[in-house]
């Protein structure tokens, strides 16, 4: 809808929106018909005459807050058979519009995006373990380069042209579609968004409309949610099998493990797919890096015509999420040649390989937000041809997320790092030491330090001239989570605090 257009079923001066079930694309049982004036997933939120989603959840079941809803003055209810049986004493001589679905999700994903109805000309979506914020930036970036109104949405918000901060890396449908809306009435031409497993797996995104999807790489992490590792790509998977639309393009990183498997489920959903890597049989292919203090050169050939490249970025993994990002720029519509020439004018995602203090005897602080096993050795596999000294590295696990990837981050960090310090990220409702315990299981020869500005004073007052230190694990964050309350943290921030303090100078 334009700025200014009155919205649908206004009347006189109150111009509340409403939308009928049908136009939000819903039967209601037994034909009942309900206007609505707003979308809500949460009973808390509900307004009178909103339709509220009660979804299948991890912990409860949403049809418990049907009840809630409907005292809330809810006009229509959407939820599965499970839901409408919980609520069933409830919804018995309720006026409200009963909708049941099989699939709830995707239905209020639909519905989300009919109650918005804009979204920008290009979407693009980017899943995989690691990198997605990376590859997202780095393609909003070169659009924006090439004179484009772009943005990203993801774990870091909505950046570039418009922008909004954001709770999640794939915000449920109603916010995401609301923010996508937004962002095409100010101006926005192209989005390129994080597609995360939880995302996926919850259909968040099923109703944008994509015009590419884009697949980093696959390793360890959040099987507290996902029963297994099958059902982990499973739902990675999901972007090309059954969001993306057949006119739409993938651009698969072969090199990573289970990338052939992504272009067969690509290939099977009839999509067009752009192959990148190092493989003779990639469209987009890395030939050879050059590392040096500042970042890196690219020798690289796209349909076999060659190309190079200067990338001010630290890290061989990042020209391949730069690579991954120029995939989904040329499968988008823009032209090849124009996208190569903007590659020099990228800039790491803040908190991604950031450097962030130099001590006087110019040794290196980076932050990084590696927090699974493969991007612990990749950052570090990624710092070491910079670095003449030791690598030392500061890091530690989450707490209420995949307990089994501590051990293994133990063993990356044991493994690619000279010396190491476990500490505290994010404990959330776990006991701290705990999930130390679990991390040294893999690095046993590595200091507990627990306090995570201590273990950062530390690992920096270990620096040694030629050594570089990675403080692991945060990236961008801006807060320690302990128990429920949330401490202002920035790792960044901490690193020029302990310069400063070891140093007598402020970075
Ligand atoms: C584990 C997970 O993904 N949970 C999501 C899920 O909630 P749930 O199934 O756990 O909800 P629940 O507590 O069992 O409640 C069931 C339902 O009742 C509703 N409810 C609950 C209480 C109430 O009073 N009234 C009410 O209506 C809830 O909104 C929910 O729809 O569905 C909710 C509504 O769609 C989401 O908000 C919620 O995200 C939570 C907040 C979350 O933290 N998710 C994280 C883990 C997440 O999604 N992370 C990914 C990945 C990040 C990464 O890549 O590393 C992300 O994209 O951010
Ligand atoms: N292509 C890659 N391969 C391996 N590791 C990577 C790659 N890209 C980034 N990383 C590592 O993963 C960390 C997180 O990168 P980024 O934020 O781009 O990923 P993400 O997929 O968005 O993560 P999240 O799911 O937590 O939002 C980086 O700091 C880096 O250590
Ligand atoms: N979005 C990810 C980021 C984790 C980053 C790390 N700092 C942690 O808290 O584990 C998650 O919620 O699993
Ligand atoms: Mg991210």
């Known amino acids: 809808m334009p700025p200014g257009a009155p919205a649908e079923?206004?009347?006189?001066?109150?111009?509340?929106k409403t939308k009928s079930l049908a136009g939000l694309g819903l039967t209601a049982q037994g034909g009942a018909e309900a206007r609505v004036t707003g979308l809500s997933v949460d009973s808390r939120t509900v307004k009178p005459g909103h339709l509220f989603a009660g979804l299948p959840g991890t912990r409860v079941h949403g049809g418990e807050f049907i009840q809630y809803a409907l005292r809330m003055g809810a006009g229509a209810i959407l939820t599965d058979a499970e839901g409408a049986r919980i609520a069933a004493e409830e919804l018995a001589g309720n006026p409200a519009a009963l909708i049941v679905v099989e699939e709830p999700r995707a239905a209020l994903a639909y519905a989300a995006a009919l109650w918005f109805e804009a979204q920008p000309d290009v979407v693009v979506a980017v899943t995989g373990t690691n990198g997605k914020t990376s590859v997202a930036s780095f393609t909003r970036q070169i659009w924006q380069a090439l004179g484009l109104s772009a943005v990203n949405v993801g774990t870091t918000g909505v950046e570039g042209d418009w922008e909004a901060p954001l709770a999640h890396t794939t915000p449920e449908p109603i916010t995401l579609h609301r923010v996508l809306a937004e962002a095409a009435a100010a101006g926005v031409t192209h989005a390129a968004m994080e597609a995360s497993s939880h995302g996926l797996a919850q259909r968040r995104l099923d109703a944008v409309h994509l015009a590419a999807g884009g697949f980093t790489n696959l390793t360890q992490d959040h099987l507290d949610y996902h029963a297994d590792f099958e059902d982990y790509f499973a739902a990675k998977a999901g972007l090309f099998s059954r969001i993306l639309s057949d006119d739409g393009v993938a651009v698969i990183q072969m090199d990573s493990l289970r990338g052939t498997e992504m272009a067969e489920v690509a290939d099977r959903a009839g999509l067009e797919v752009i192959r990148v890597g190092r493989g003779e049989t990639c469209h987009l292919r890395i030939l050879g890096l050059r590392f040096d203090a500042t970042g890196q050169d690219v020798r690289f050939s796209w349909n076999g015509t060659i190309h190079q490249t200067r990338l001010e970025l630290i890290g061989g993994f990042q020209s391949e999420n730069v690579m991954i990002a120029a995939g989904l720029a040329i499968a988008s519509g823009s032209d090849p040649t124009e996208v190569f020439k903007t590659l020099p004018q990228l800039r790491g995602v803040r908190g991604r390989m950031q450097l962030a203090a130099t001590r006087t005897n110019g040794a290196a602080v980076y932050v990084d937000?590696?927090?699974?096993?493969?991007?612990?050795?990749?950052?570090?596999?990624?710092?070491?041809?910079?670095?003449?000294?030791?690598?030392?590295?500061?890091?530690?696990?989450?707490?209420d997320r995949d307990r089994g990837k501590r051990p293994l981050m133990g063993a990356a960090v044991a493994e690619n790092a000279d010396v190491a310090f476990v500490t505290d990220d994010n404990p959330r409702t776990e006991d701290p030491a705990a999930i130390r315990a679990a991390v040294l299981e893999g690095c046993p020869g590595a200091t507990e330090v627990g306090d995570r500005a201590e273990a950062i004073l530390r690992g920096v007052d270990a620096l040694q001239p030629g050594d570089a230190l990675l403080v692991a694990g945060k990236g961008h964050e801006q807060g320690q989570t302990v128990g429920d309350t949330v401490y202002p943290f920035d790792d960044v921030e901490q690193a020029s605090v302990a310069v400063a303090a070891l140093d007598g100078h402020l970075t």
């Open 369 to 399: 937000y590696a927090h699974t096993p493969d991007a612990l050795a990749t950052a570090l596999k990624a710092l070491r041809p910079h670095v003449m000294g030791r690598l030392i590295c500061v890091f530690g696990a989450g707490g």
């Open 9 to 16: 079923g206004c009347a006189g001066m109150t111009e509340i």
